[in-house]
DNA sequence: GCACGGTGTGAACACTTGTTCACTCATCTG
DNA sequence: CAGATGAGTGAACAAGTGTTCACACCGTGC
């Protein structure tokens, strides 16, 4: 049990269908189903194994929702710090992210699908876990965010109000890029662009903004809430 | 059948367990559970109802959920009606919207809390109706941002890009608000602040945004995709 | 090489599920 | 008032559910 270099034929297999039954899980919801919604007895069946097994790897279904979430995120976050590492400022670097980033997606649609998904429709502690990530990425960006000169100044509760505002409306695109058949290189262009483009608009907004900014009186406003 | 003053006992008995069928659903969602796990025995249960009866109203799950964004989103389209003849530009009447808007939140928690899970965790055709609903906002708002002097010289193209983000920003700071206990006025009065904060990016962002607008080479730029 | 430990098995359990049916009885129609 | 209508009932059904158990098997550690 102690053993360094034991327990390697035995672990790897238990991996193997530890993986299967997580891959069974988010090729459902990636399907089309909510997480909460799968059977036990159905993930084991699409997996290949008996309902059994199951407890040899997950307490129960809450806790392979909360496994999913950490994986899904693991991949992400690797991305992410993979990015930060190369920032330099400027349009082209804004729209090659964005580039970068819906590519990503679409080699990890299922992963993405089952976030988007369980982000605001799963249970308590899987809800809660991914928006802990989900702060956790702003955080990083606003701390990014600072080392610019405009924004060097701002406070960082500023800062963390405008990084919020771009990770929303990255997961916002996300969203409704996810929705699109997988095949319209099309539309998806289009969406990137949409996307690219409202980034522009906050950051434009960002460089105009000063603490306690309130808008111009007669200028251009907003209608309705 | 035909008759008009006719069938009133009749049918707003009808109607009466129709609502209670609705809202046993509604308030299992809005107490956590994702309404695709509700099953069709527990929705008669809470109603006081035997589960053969759900028949007589709902030909399936699926139609009571679609039958919850009709009516969720026809309450909300009413408040949208109402901010909307009242609209006058400048940063009180921003902040004003903010406010009301998040009351009006507050007292139709169960409905948002419905929408909220269900718009990205739902079945493909209730997702497909609240993404109508959505779109529908995102359509209004750009027609009224056209009314305003700078917004008005831009394509439609760019003012739907625009609303769309607004609109996404507000709905991320509703699920946002959402997450948290009912009873914190003092942290909900600070994600209030914030989203009004952003909602001032987005509009100074506007303000600075020309047709096909590039962000300036060195000034400030966005780090992480 | 042998006994231990742990993964996967198949059967069994008590339960809940969606759906159907004949039925009652209050309400509407003529 | 008498008959039709249809919302709500309670029982029944097959099918699927989570969980437990003794057991077979094979990689591991002595």
């Given at each position: 049990m102690v053993a360094f270099a034991g327990m390697a034929i035995r672990d790897a297999k238990k991996q193997?269908?530890?993986?299967?039954?997580?891959?069974a899980a988010i090729d459902q919801v990636a399907g089309g189903r909510s997480f909460a919604s799968?059977?036990?007895?159905e993930v084991t069946r699409d997996a290949g194994v008996v309902p059994a097994s199951f407890y040899r790897h997950f307490r129960d279904m809450d806790a392979l929702g909360l496994a999913l979430?950490?994986?899904t995120c693991q991949q992400l976050r690797r991305l992410i710090r993979a990015a930060r590492s190369t920032s330099v400022p400027g349009d082209t670097m804004l729209a090659a992210s964005v580039g970068t980033f819906l590519l990503f997606v679409?080699?990890?649609r299922a992963a993405f699908q089952f976030l988007t998904r369980e982000r605001h429709g799963g249970s308590r502690p899987?809800?809660?876990?991914?928006?802990?990530?989900?702060?956790g990425f702003v955080v990083d960006l606003a701390v990014d965010f600072a080392r610019y000169p405009h924004f060097g100044k701002l406070p960082r509760e500023d800062l963390?109000?405008?990084?919020?505002?771009?990770?929303?409306?990255v997961v916002s695109a996300l969203g409704?890029?996810?929705e699109l058949a997988a095949d319209h290189p099309d539309v998806q262009g289009a969406q990137a662009r949409k996307l690219t483009d409202q980034l522009r608009v906050i950051v434009l907004g960002g460089l105009a903004w000063r603490p306690g900014t309130r808008l111009p009186a007669g200028a251009g406003?907003?209608?309705a809430g």
């Open positions: 193997q269908t530890r993986q299967a039954l997580m891959e799968l059977s036990l007895r979430v950490d994986e679409q080699t990890h899987v809800r809660e876990a991914i928006a802990r990530e989900v702060r963390e109000m405008m990084a919020s505002l771009l990770v929303n409306t409704e890029l996810l406003a907003m209608p």
